[in-house]
């Protein structure tokens, strides 16, 4: 076993072996490099597709800037969430409090963009110096006549998760406020999708296809008017558990309307939330026309994996993703296009998430929790990986260690969700654990290419890296 | 996405749109990573650390290793004297680095955190490994910038590491400011081509520009030894590259180790270069060698070649203070007017500077530190410009202005990837901004003239 900060060892599980839960959960050990965020992070991310309001990092410059559309959470409409406006706040704020400063902002934007409602993010510091965000909030609200709601996403309060949750708070202030006359019978909202490269709208034409209503989408290419009326669908579909069960169980509890987790990537699970859905709605031409999607959708992409199925087949890919829910999809995806998963990891995934994780795992996969670049990279090359699937920061590890890799995070340029989705993911894996350009890694170059036969343009005797690192090795 | 934007400007004192700058953390751990075997520690939250660990990931296109001091609810409250220790304890035990290199965050600034005292207690209470260094720098994100923090953690390297031994060496100290790896390698080559002995702190070459190996390094081969950055107390002069990244540290080291110091502009353009070069061949008291003189021909030529393209035409920039400043230069040594030029960086000398630069023929341009993107584009609205040039930010306003010719420079480029290899400064890095920018104008002629005007030969 790879060394591991002793404080983790609970935390990293390989199935077949260790029959306790694995710890997770926890706050990351300080000290280590944990691929993790805070709060803060977790509210922006869930609310900034919100694309018609307007969104105020209330803080220093830092918070503001790092954010800066850095997710393709595209909009239909609007594209005022992309900018990035802060109260930059200085030394002078710091000591005498920034409330003024938030206020003179506030009215500013209100009055230059004219949105539908503000939310005006806290960052650190504003908790500790003490401003009252909510008076100023409810000030300027009175003042200009549009919702400006504050989100409690001071980075210390937690990791990612704490931020959903205040999101969701936030969101759910909303919810209720707008005439809900006209929604119908079958009709559903769709939480826990953010529109990247254009996910929602593939998801919401299955199910307007499918003759349900989708009232919003929550909160991919999100409207501010739609978050008011979504009290009015029948079933709310959570697609990203992690961040959004929140505000299904607020919808539940204020609103009676039942939720269903699910989610959109992969054949099997994209056409199980679609018949999740007609099911509950339980109307014969909605489940017909259902079927039909579905039938039609797989018959379509099915025979299309099959060349990437037959290239991919054997191939070992390890992955380390934000939620749990997306890591199940993705080892059933994998395992549709014949790769093994060997290595399952996340960074906010919960006792029961595990369980799961483990059940639908092979023997001798390891999972971990809240993993670091050291861990990452050791486990890629101890279980030999081809492809790893993960976010912006381990991009280039696994190009560093000559493996192929596939954002599936919100740097994703291309959806990857629904049926069509699993075709593009596909493509998408193919390109990379196939690409030519490992053959020139000196690690890759000295494995077998038998199953490749592109590694063997350079025969690895003709590699200079590769004679150096077999020399080295001796 | 800024279609919205009138020529209309207002001054605005509580709101920030769209920023040219960042805060001082990343700054100082970009600084850190330019030291061999460190750690750049975060003493704060969490999403620091992230944030910045990606935002330079993204730069770069190379992992970002840092650590943080995961700072809860009850730190915040209570002080994060736990958080460091066990951090230290973490980090010492696992990632053994040589130097472990924290900055504080607004966070950590405002509950008052004491870094020194931290350090004192770890190393009494014996937790401190033989031969491991600690060094910090106060980074407060509501002050200055993301150069405000690279030239604090530099200036800590001098305060924690140099040492004088009172044996003046026969080298001299080179603080390259906040350059990309392509630009600091440049600065070396340039100067050891020079025959110049010297030490030059901190040095991201070989750290963020890693050859492709196979292997994950933690530490790769690249940064300032420990070893280096000590013996800079015995230099015979410092030469800083860049008044608000690099002057802190040569200052500091003045006052610590009576070394005296020489202030250049970063070396972009032709003008800044021939000072760069000038001041090193006058430290390392040698010629300039043919070699450099034929670049600096070359890059002449170049000038004259394609000065018909570049004459008059109105140029927008923004960026960190020390690379517009000679960028400004150059631009006026092509012909070229700057017409708004910004900083996002606080700092009233930036103003005195650039207006120097442009002269009585500059006066109505607008110049200003610590400003944002929507006065720029504002003031582009008004009185519009040929080409832009700036970080990967400035792509909105080039859209929104019907693809304004758009030369990237500065930090950060988050989606292009030259910059991570090949330089802007020295003259070599001038022909490359020359090209790019002739390139820049010559592509929006062929693709928007009439057809009678698509001509075959530029």
Redesign the interface.
């Known amino acids: 076993m790879i060394q591991v900060l002793e404080q983790r060892r609970a935390q990293i599980h390989r199935k077949g072996e260790t029959a306790t839960p694995l710890r997770c959960d926890r706050r990351s050990v300080a000290g280590s490099v944990t691929q993790r965020a805070c709060a803060f992070c977790g509210s922006r991310v869930v609310l900034y597709p919100i694309a018609d309001a307007l969104h105020l990092v209330h803080g220093p410059i830092g918070c503001a800037a790092y954010n800066w559309d850095i997710r393709g959470a595209l909009s239909s409409g609007p594209q005022l969430h992309r900018n990035s406006f802060s109260t930059d706040l200085q030394e002078m704020e710091v000591i005498y409090g920034g409330e003024r400063k938030l206020k003179q902002a506030l009215e500013e934007l209100i009055d230059r963009y004219r949105p539908k409602a503000a939310f005006v993010y806290s960052t650190c510091i504003v908790g500790v110096i003490g401003d009252d965000v909510e008076a100023v909030c409810r000030q300027v609200a009175r003042a200009k006549g549009i919702d400006v709601i504050p989100v409690a996403s001071e980075g210390f309060r937690g990791t990612k998760k704490t931020g959903y949750q205040a999101a969701c708070e936030a969101a759910f202030k909303l919810v209720g406020t707008g005439d809900t006359t006209g929604i119908g019978a079958c009709s559903v909202n769709i939480l826990g999708d953010f529109n990247i490269a254009g996910e929602s709208w593939i998801i919401r034409r299955y199910f307007e296809e499918a003759g349900m209503e989708v009232v919003a989408t929550i909160t991919g290419d999100g409207r501010v008017d739609d978050l008011r009326r979504c009290h009015g669908a029948r079933l709310n579909l959570v697609q990203c558990s992690g961040s959004m069960t929140h505000l299904a169980k607020l919808l539940e509890t204020a609103h009676g309307i039942p939720m269903r987790r699910v989610s959109f990537f992969g054949l099997e699970d994209t056409a199980a939330a679609l018949y999740e859905a007609a099911n509950f709605f339980n109307d014969s031409a909605v489940l017909e026309r259902t079927r039909d999607l579905v039938g039609r959708e797989v018959g379509r992409v099915y025979p299309a994996l099959k060349k990437y199925r037959e290239a991919l087949a054997g191939k070992r890919a390890a992955l380390y993703v934000g939620g749990a829910f997306k890591a199940f999809s993705l080892v059933k995806a994998l395992k549709l296009l014949g790769m093994t998963t060997v290595l399952a990891g996340t960074q906010t995934g919960s006792p029961e998430d595990y369980e799961l994780l483990r059940e639908i795992c092979d023997d001798g996969t390891v999972i971990v929790d809240d993993s670091n670049p050291v861990e990452l990279a050791k486990f890629i090359l101890e279980l030999d990986v081809d492809l790893f699937i993960g976010g912006v920061k381990e991009r280039p590890i696994a190009y560093k260690l000559g493996v192929g890799f596939c954002d599936h995070n919100h740097e994703r340029k291309i959806p990857l969700a629904g049926f069509e989705g699993m075709l593009h993911f596909a493509r998408e894996v193919h390109a990379t654990v196939l690409s030519p350009v490992w053959q020139f890694v000196p690690r890759r170059s000295r494995r077998s290419s038998a199953s490749t036969p592109s590694r063997e343009i350079i025969s690895p005797s003709k590699n200079p890296a590769a004679v150096e690192e077999r020399k080295g090795l001796a | 996405?800024?279609?919205?934007t009138t020529s209309h400007h207002t001054e605005?004192?509580?709101?920030?749109?769209?920023?040219a700058?960042?805060?001082?953390?990343?700054g100082a751990m970009y600084a850190a990573l330019g030291i061999h075997n460190c750690l750049p520690?975060s003493h704060?939250?969490?999403?620091?650390?992230?944030?910045?660990?990606?935002?330079l990931?993204?730069h770069f296109?190379?992992?970002?290793?840092?650590?943080?001091?995961?700072?809860?609810?009850g730190?915040?409250v209570f002080g994060g004297l736990a958080?460091?220790t066990?951090?230290?304890?973490?980090?010492f035990?696992?990632?053994q680095p040589d130097v472990v290199a924290v900055h504080t965050?607004?966070?950590s600034e405002?509950?008052g955190d004491d870094l020194p005292m931290m350090f004192k207690k770890f190393r009494e209470d014996g937790k401190l490994p033989p031969g491991k260094h600690l060094i910090h720098a106060n980074t407060?994100?509501?002050?200055g910038?993301h150069i405000t923090g690279f030239a604090n953690m530099t200036t800590a390297m001098v305060r924690y590491l140099c040492e004088k031994s009172g044996e003046v060496c026969d080298r001299f100290n080179l603080l390259p400011g906040y350059l990309d790896p392509a630009d600091m390698r440049e600065v070396k080559r340039l100067a050891a081509g020079i025959g110049a002995r010297f030490v030059m702190f901190p040095d991201t070459s070989d750290v963020l520009d890693?050859p492709?190996?196979?292997?994950?390094?933690?530490y790769p081969q690249g940064g300032a030894t420990v070893e280096e950055i000590r013996s800079a107390g015995d230099g015979f002069a410092t030469l800083a590259l860049g008044f608000w990244a690099s002057e802190p540290a040569a200052k500091e080291l003045e006052h610590k180790c009576e070394v005296p110091y020489e202030l250049v502009e970063l070396p972009i353009g032709l003008g800044a270069t021939d000072a760069f070069v000038d001041a090193v061949r006058r430290l390392a008291a040698t010629e300039v060698p043919g070699e450099i003189e034929r670049e600096r021909g070359q890059l002449i030529d170049l000038m004259s070649d394609m000065s018909q393209y570049l004459h008059e035409k109105r140029v927008a920039v923004f960026g960190d203070p020390d690379h517009v400043i000679p960028l400004v230069r150059f631009l006026v040594e092509l012909g070229m007017r700057p017409v708004h030029v910004v900083t996002?960086t606080p700092g009233k000398a930036f103003e005195t500077n650039v207006r120097q630069l442009l002269g009585p023929a500059g006066a109505a341009a607008k110049v200003r530190a610590g400003e944002d993107l929507l006065s720029l584009h504002q003031w582009i609205k008004a009185e519009p410009v040929d080409l832009l040039i700036g970080n990967t930010?400035g792509k909105y306003i080039a859209r929104a202005e019907d693809n304004l010719p758009f030369v990237r420079f500065g930090f950060p480029i988050l989606d292009r990837v030259a910059h991570r290899l090949f330089p802007t400064v020295g003259y070599r890095g001038a022909m490359r901004l020359v090209a790019g920018i002739t390139d820049a104008l010559l592509d929006k002629k062929d693709r928007e003239c009439p057809e009678e005007f698509f001509e075959l030969v530029q």
């Open positions: 996405m800024l279609n919205s605005r004192q509580a709101l920030r749109v769209n920023p700058k960042t805060c001082q953390p990343i520690h704060g939250s969490q999403g620091c650390c992230a944030y910045h660990r990606s935002h990931t993204r296109k190379e992992p970002v290793m840092a650590t943080t001091s995961s700072f809860t609810e730190a915040s958080n460091m066990q951090a230290l304890t973490n980090i035990s696992i990632y965050t607004c966070l405002v509950i407060p994100s509501f002050q910038s890693g492709q190996t196979g292997r994950f390094q933690m996002g930010y």
